[in-house]
């Protein structure tokens, strides 16, 4: 972009080629629309005494909307390798809840926690249950991936058995159970500036600012892409596929592991029958509406990140008019099949 | 019925697929329709199935006139397709799928099945067959399914019934059932056009036979005192050999054996491949080449016998295994195992070097593109840019894509499956000069090929192979159309008994 030739052809005609042609650049659009729109409803809510006071409000519902969406925000960066790869994961809601609840027994201030029978408490404690609670949740995804990699099961079926049976088996577990967390735990999240917690929203920058580099740098994230798009042919070229796709449901895991880390945190608890439901329809209407191809091959973790932006901000925004929350998920729908509907590209 | 084709032509723009041909067929004839892969075999009977129209020329039946606009007026006119790859419903019912777009209906659009699989019991006990209509297709080995669109076909009121290589997937038992079928139709008065490149075969079940080349009529006869060999002849015409690219070279030290390969589709093959050396295979179609060096590279499953690589036995049973050692492949079949659509030139280019080129496993692209360059400088790849998607190519540059991919990664053997599918004459040309490059330094090559022409040109020596078994080892000046065509079609090695296998 920006060449002489390119200019020569005008501002419109240039908007008009990426609209056209790029899937993230009207993602992108639709996004700035979609602000705007949020911006204005937010001014026109309520007075506002100066500047100071309207910029104070912006920013604070902007902190809330993005805190409160680092989570799925953070799911859906997995899903979307999951997705490009040519796979689904519905497992992810039930990964995080399994996950969740692991880390509490771990930390459990109570009679019952796990590190404290070993003796072990404080910030040597969190640091291991961190750890454990990582490759927890990476190992669930692991199985999902053994199941899909080697036992040749549909992506979807595997991780709808999954989903059933994590969610199941931590609910028989936590029946007895009622663990109360550490403070200092609390503080993985709820560490801020001025009173405000920034740190979900910081795991959330870093981790799709990696996750973005491993998609476009990395052997790994290009045989993503490639297996997406042709199986066959990656294998033929020397690929190992199996290990590769294995390795997508694991990382998935591992990241639906630090989300339930940043909620058990912010929250201090969990319900575990409805905690994590329907996460894995938010993340895939995230990297469906981020412009990621649903048969695979195709997609982008920026893209993913917008589609996560575009549904929350849809949502704020109801919120700020005051929509019928019944509503909500019906706009959720409409958002989803417009922006698919807007992203059928000329085949470049 | 007689039928009688009068003076056909066609052409698909510049290219004159048919040129004046005449063919007819009467009641109770069985003739084999033979010619080499675009000697207008397909068009001359897409024509008569209603599928293409003729530029020129008439269709008789019983001295009318007629004309086909669509395959279904010519299945009213009983005449039936039965297309090579079979047109039957794996989820159906025998009955269901006979009766399949014709079902017969009760007063209310409910099917009447009884009345369906009584009609079909009726024509299987015409045709002399044991079937139970209600089975579903899918438990039926393939020599049924045949019969079953044979059974389709009679079901029409089929007179003349064209059968496109039905033999192709089919083991010898389930041939010889599909052929006493054929015998008992051909009692009953039935014509038949038998599409075939196996010559055994034709001696076997036919009393006639049509040669056709390049779109023209070369001969026919009746098939009684007809050989093999002056068959294979006619096919291939008097043809002079394209010059031959053929080079003395050192051969090197044996990088890797075969010992008594086998697998479904191939049976105990063996075979030796020298450093510097162009081995080619050949065989007409389904005669397991592919799947052959397939397994050879870790793609094709498990395999029996034993694999020797620098004289060391190895087991290779996945391409990453088969990469480590040293052994790449540029498939057949460009589009579904050759090019990934959705990446760029250059990482279709060289995503076999990736982990190579990469440190931690981050890609250094830098020194991905420095090398692609190099690859497609040497390729003479016609490119824009190389972030273009791959399908922005020609099929030839896409090719050289997919070879370049191979090339750096500096293989010991390269295996080339049908390496110019689909590719115009000036590609094909830069792929075989890449292909005699490769040998002069030293690596070995194996070139699979249906193009008789392409192996002799190309390889120091050839294996051909019939129904996944070697039938007989060429080298050198031995290779020749006639020869390969002979082999090829089931005759036996002349003179030298001596056999690889």
């Given at each position: 972009m920006g060449n002489a030739e390119k200019n020569k052809t005008g501002l419109l005609a240039r908007f008009q080629l990426a609209w056209r042609t790029n899937p993230l650049f009207s993602t992108g659009v639709a996004l700035i629309v979609m602000v705007v729109v949020q911006t204005l409803a937010l001014t026109m809510n309520s007075s506002f005494a100066s500047f100071g006071d309207w910029f104070q409000n912006w920013l604070f519902n902007w902190i809330s909307l993005l805190r409160n969406n680092a989570a799925i925000g953070i799911i859906a960066l997995g899903m979307t390798f999951v997705i490009i790869s040519g796979g689904i994961d519905l497992s992810v809601g039930s990964v995080y809840v399994a996950v969740g609840a692991f880390t509490m027994m771990l930390l459990d201030t109570g009679a019952n926690g796990w590190l404290k029978a070993m003796g072990l408490t404080g910030v040597p404690a969190i640091l291991i249950a961190l750890v454990l609670a990582m490759l927890f949740g990476g190992l669930l995804g692991e199985g999902n991936g053994l199941l899909i990699s080697y036992g040749r099961m549909p992506p979807f079926i595997a991780t709808l058995g999954a989903m059933q049976i994590l969610r199941s088996v931590t609910q028989y577990c936590m029946k007895m159970q009622s663990p109360t967390l550490p403070e200092t735990y609390k503080g993985i999240a709820r560490l801020g500036i001025g009173g405000q917690q920034l740190m979900p929203i910081l795991y959330w920058a870093v981790l799709a600012g990696a996750m973005y580099f491993i998609s476009r740098q990395t052997t790994f994230g290009r045989y993503v892409f490639a297996i997406g798009s042709n199986e066959r042919t990656t294998r033929l070229s020397g690929v190992n596929v199996r290990k590769v796709k294995r390795r997508v449901y694991a990382l998935t895991g591992f990241l639906v592991a630090i989300a339930a880390i940043i909620q058990t945190s912010r929250i201090g608890s969990m319900d575990y029958a409805s905690a994590g439901s329907g996460f894995e329809m938010d993340a895939i209407a995230a990297v469906i509406v981020g412009g990621t191809s649903m048969s695979g091959g195709r997609g982008s973790i920026v893209g993913t990140v917008f589609g996560t932006l575009i549904v929350a901000v849809m949502n704020n925004l109801l919120n700020l008019i005051g929509v019928d929350p019944y509503l909500s998920a019906a706009f959720k729908g409409a958002i989803i099949i417009g922006a698919v509907l807007l992203q059928r590209k000329d085949k470049a | 019925m007689t039928l009688e084709m009068r003076n056909i032509y066609k052409s698909f723009g510049a290219n004159d697929v048919l040129k004046d041909i005449s063919f007819s067929l009467k009641g109770g004839e069985v003739c084999a329709l033979l010619g080499e892969n675009g000697a207008g075999k397909s068009t001359l009977m897409n024509i008569l199935g209603g599928v293409l129209p003729a530029d020129a020329g008439s269709i008789v039946l019983d001295g009318q006139e007629v004309q086909f606009s669509t395959p279904a007026k010519s299945l009213d006119a009983g005449i039936a397709f039965i297309h090579q790859e079979l047109n039957l419903v794996n989820d159906l019912a025998i009955f269901e799928n006979m009766f399949i777009g014709r079902e017969i209906k009760r007063k209310g659009g409910f099917l009447d099945a009884p009345a369906m699989i009584a009609q079909c019991r009726d024509v299987f006990g015409r045709m002399d067959v044991d079937l139970d209509p209600t089975v579903m297709v899918r438990d039926l080995d393939a020599s049924y399914k045949q019969i079953v669109e044979i059974a389709r076909a009679l079901l029409m009121r089929a007179s003349i019934i064209i059968m496109d290589e039905p033999t192709t997937s089919l083991t010898d038992p389930e041939i010889e059932r599909v052929f006493d079928m054929m015998r008992t139709?051909?009692?009953?008065?039935?014509?038949?056009?038998?599409?075939?490149?196996?010559?055994?075969?034709?001696?076997?079940?036919?009393?006639?036979?049509?040669?056709?080349?390049?779109?023209a009529m070369v001969a026919q006869g009746p098939v009684e005192g007809v050989t093999v060999d002056e068959l294979a002849t006619h096919m291939v015409g008097h043809q002079v050999r394209t010059e031959s690219l053929r080079q003395e070279r050192e051969l090197g030290e044996e990088v890797l054996r075969a010992e008594h390969l086998s697998q479904d589709r191939f049976q105990d093959v063996s075979f030796?491949?020298?450093?510097?050396?162009?081995?080619?295979f050949t065989g007409l179609l389904g005669d397991g080449r592919s799947e052959l060096f397939q397994a050879v590279f870790g793609s094709g499953g498990r395999y029996q016998g034993q694999l020797y690589w620098q004289g060391q036995p190895v087991q290779v049973h996945s391409t990453q295994q088969a990469l480590a050692l040293g052994i790449g492949y540029v498939p057949r079949?460009?589009?579904?195992?050759?090019?990934?659509k959705d990446m760029d030139i250059l990482e279709n280019g060289s995503i076999v070097t990736w982990p190579r080129q990469a440190r931690w496993g981050v890609i250094a692209w830098d020194k991905v593109r420095e090398a692609f360059f190099q690859q497609a400088a040497g390729l003479k790849i016609k490119m824009d840019s190389e972030k273009d998607g791959i399908g922005s190519l020609s099929g030839g540059n896409q090719q050289k894509v997919v070879l370049a991919k191979w090339l750096n990664a500096g293989p010991k053997v390269l295996i080339f499956d049908n390496p110019?599918?689909?590719?115009?004459?000036?590609?094909?040309?830069?792929?075989?000069?890449?292909?005699?490059?490769?040998?002069?330094?030293?690596?070995?090559?194996?070139?699979?090929?249906?193009e008789a022409q392409e192996v002799i040109r190309l390889c120091d020596r050839a294996v051909v192979l019939y129904h996944g078994r070697v039938q007989g080892e060429l080298v050198g000046e031995e290779m020749t159309d006639q020869e390969i065509m002979r082999l090829a079609t089931g005759g036996e090695m002349r003179e030298r008994v001596e056999n690889c296998g």
């Open positions: - | 139709l051909q009692k009953q008065g039935v014509g038949i056009v038998f599409i075939s490149h196996k010559l055994k075969e034709v001696l076997a079940v036919c009393t006639r036979y049509t040669v056709l080349r390049d779109g030796s491949l020298r450093a510097g050396e162009v081995l080619g079949d460009r589009k579904e195992n050759g090019i990934i110019t599918q689909g590719v115009d004459v000036g590609a094909k040309e830069d792929i075989y000069d890449t292909i005699l490059e490769l040998a002069n330094q030293g690596v070995a090559v194996v070139v699979l090929s249906s």
